[in-house]
């Protein structure tokens, strides 16, 4: 696993792009425009729970 950040794409609060990683916290970004900073943290997958439900809504459509 690497230790890069992923960069978001833009800010959470405001929707503006001016995004830079911030110095003072680890996986920080701050916002330039609404001068905010924030971090986002990736939980999890979904993947089991996401098939078990197609697989149960394409049973429902071939009965």
Do not use: Q
């Not at 978001?8 to 916290?25: H, I, Q």
């Not at 905010?36 to 394409?58: D, H, P, Q």
């Amino acid at each position: 696993m690497s230790d890069a950040r992923s960069t978001p794409m833009y800010c959470p609060y405001c929707g503006d792009e001016d995004l830079f990683p911030n110095e003072a916290s680890h996986g920080a970004w701050e916002c330039h425009s609404c001068a905010r900073v924030f971090t986002v943290k990736f939980n999890g997958l979904l993947a089991a729970r996401i098939g078990t439900a197609r697989e149960s809504a394409e049973e429902g459509v071939n009965r």
